[in-house]
């Protein structure tokens, strides 16, 4: 089969992972490569195509959840590093894609399989010359000079956790060691960027680092997956975690398990905002008994509710971390806030308005000037 047809097979499973010379073949850049390509937001927020693939679809792993797991009956296909490298070139020359996400089956080993995945990207930054986005997945049980290597060629690392603990791996992967295989590359990454100084050449800085969770899989808790998440945004330096909704595959052991409803990837997302960008602990979190996020609120509204309906803050003098509490209030807002206070006392709405703040979310759980602001305003 030729290579342009692998990679089409290659490509067509990877809606699973959310969140990007053997002569070039001739391409045409009218064609339809919609099986292909995925728009993508890169980490500086640009949108650009991005070829989402494997090396290969083959695996000697049996995880619970995945399409690729061995002895899974279903079309396979391989690129050598060499035949991935020129044909996703000949994309991005004829303008079809701007940015590679490569990831791939195990075979052979953890480091062997990452050795293909780093030679493909070294034939790309340098027998090739590509200087545009890449995103190299770490293999699971990858060693400590395959990741720095990893983190000298790409733009983006990830190594996917799956599960927020041991415990709750077991259940979904239970030949993946999750301190071993898992979290010491990740642990790794952040030693590299703290202690050495040599960066990636292609950037003049180290990449950032991702992973993801399979929400749902393992009757996992949202307060087991945001404590996780905490760990690895204050000690690894993770700049996003992706929660994958479970969906059951066919033909595999957990395909009679019910898929997870998308409202709950939604409050994950939004709790984890809070958690990296909002100064919320995960004691503000508003969980239920079991340890999960209710569905009908944003965690936001929720906190406000019980801690600010009685007791609002006051606008003019509360700190930045009080006001990224406060409902309709985000990093950008709190910094027009506090620079404008520095100015002039806020008495009105109208004062907040001025500086880019819709009051309306915000009326309920502050006071301006001592006074709270009409609750008229909550109907804007
Ligand atoms: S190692 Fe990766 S590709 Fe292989 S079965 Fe497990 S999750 Fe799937």
Same mark, same amino acid.
């Given at each position: 089969?030729?290579?342009?047809?692998?990679?089409?097979?290659?490509?067509?499973?990877?809606?699973?992972?959310?969140?990007?010379?053997?002569?070039?073949?001739?391409?045409?850049?009218?064609?339809?490569?919609?099986?292909?390509?995925?728009?993508?937001?890169?980490?500086?927020?640009?949108?650009?195509?991005?070829?989402?693939?494997?090396?290969?679809?083959?695996?000697?792993?049996?995880?619970?959840?995945?399409?690729?797991?061995?002895?899974?009956?279903?079309?396979?296909?391989?690129?050598?590093?060499?035949?991935?490298?020129?044909?996703? $070139?000949?994309?991005?020359?004829? &303008?079809?894609?701007?940015?590679?996400? /490569?990831?791939? &089956?195990?075979?052979?080993?953890?480091?062997?399989?990452?050795?293909?995945?780093? %030679?493909?990207?070294? @034939?790309?930054?340098?027998?090739?010359?590509?200087?545009?986005? /890449?995103?190299?997945? @770490? $293999?699971?049980?990858?060693?400590?000079?395959?990741?720095?290597?990893?983190?000298?060629?790409?733009?983006?690392?990830?190594?996917?956790?799956?599960?927020?603990? %041991?415990? !709750?791996?077991?259940? /979904?992967?239970?030949?993946?060691?999750?301190?071993?295989?898992?979290?010491?590359?990740?642990?790794?990454?952040?030693?590299?960027?703290?202690?050495?100084?040599?960066?990636?050449?292609?950037?003049?800085?180290?990449?950032?680092?991702?992973?993801?969770?399979?929400? &749902? &899989?393992?009757?996992?808790?949202?307060?087991?997956?945001?404590?996780?998440?905490?760990?690895?945004?204050?000690?690894?330096?993770?700049?996003?975690?992706?929660?994958?909704?479970?969906?059951?595959?066919?033909?595999?052991?957990?395909?009679?398990?019910?898929?997870?409803?998308?409202?709950?990837? #939604?409050?994950?997302?939004?709790?984890?905002?809070?958690?990296?960008?909002?100064?919320?602990?995960?004691?503000?979190?508003?969980?239920?008994?079991?340890?999960?996020?209710?569905?009908?609120?944003?965690?936001?509204?929720?906190?406000?509710?019980? #801690?600010?309906?009685?007791?609002?803050?006051?606008? #003019?003098?509360?700190? !930045?971390?009080?006001?990224?509490?406060?409902?309709?209030?985000?990093?950008?807002?709190?910094?027009? *806030?506090?620079?404008?206070?520095?100015?002039?006392?806020?008495?009105?709405?109208? %004062?907040?308005?001025?500086?880019?703040?819709?009051?309306?979310?915000?009326?309920?759980?502050?006071? *301006? #000037?001592?006074?709270?602001?009409?609750?008229?305003?909550?109907?804007?």
């Amino acid at each position: 089969m030729d290579p342009v047809n692998r990679l089409k097979i290659l490509s067509s499973h990877m809606d699973f992972e959310p969140a990007e010379d053997y002569g070039c073949p001739k391409l045409d850049p009218a064609k339809e490569y919609s099986g292909f390509v995925h728009n993508a937001v890169m980490p500086n927020g640009q949108t650009i195509p991005l070829l989402k693939t494997l090396l290969t679809s083959a695996c000697e792993r049996d995880c619970h959840y995945c399409p690729f797991r061995a002895g899974r009956n279903f079309r396979r296909a391989t690129l050598k590093p060499d035949e991935m490298a020129h044909i996703f $070139m000949a994309f991005h020359r004829a &303008g079809i894609v701007k940015g590679l996400f /490569l990831s791939s &089956g195990l075979i052979g080993g953890s480091i062997r399989t990452q050795d293909r995945l780093l %030679d493909t990207a070294q @034939i790309l930054r340098g027998k090739l010359g590509y200087r545009g986005y /890449l995103h190299l997945k @770490i $293999m699971p049980g990858a060693e400590f000079d395959q990741v720095e290597q990893a983190m000298q060629l790409a733009d983006r690392v990830s190594l996917n956790l799956e599960a927020p603990n %041991d415990h !709750r791996l077991r259940y /979904l992967a239970p030949h993946k060691d999750f301190s071993a295989e898992l979290v010491r590359p990740l642990k790794w990454v952040a030693e590299l960027r703290k202690n050495r100084f040599q960066t990636n050449p292609w950037r003049n800085r180290w990449p950032s680092v991702a992973t993801q969770f399979v929400v &749902g &899989g393992a009757g996992e808790s949202d307060s087991e997956l945001l404590s996780t998440t905490e760990y690895l945004y204050s000690m690894i330096g993770l700049k996003r975690a992706y929660f994958s909704p479970f969906k059951p595959v066919e033909n595999t052991p957990l395909e009679n398990r019910s898929p997870t409803k998308l409202q709950r990837e #939604n409050r994950l997302y939004q709790a984890s905002f809070l958690i990296r960008d909002y100064g919320f602990c995960m004691e503000e979190m508003p969980f239920d008994a079991s340890g999960n996020l209710p569905e009908g609120i944003d965690p936001k509204l929720g906190w406000a509710q019980v #801690n600010l309906a009685e007791n609002p803050l006051e606008i #003019n003098q509360a700190s !930045r971390t009080e006001l990224l509490h406060i409902p309709g209030i985000g990093p950008k807002g709190a910094e027009s *806030l506090l620079s404008a206070r520095r100015k002039q006392h806020l008495k009105s709405s109208e %004062d907040l308005r001025r500086i880019g703040i819709n009051p309306a979310r915000a009326a309920p759980f502050i006071l *301006l #000037n001592g006074v709270r602001p009409s609750t008229q305003l909550s109907l804007l």
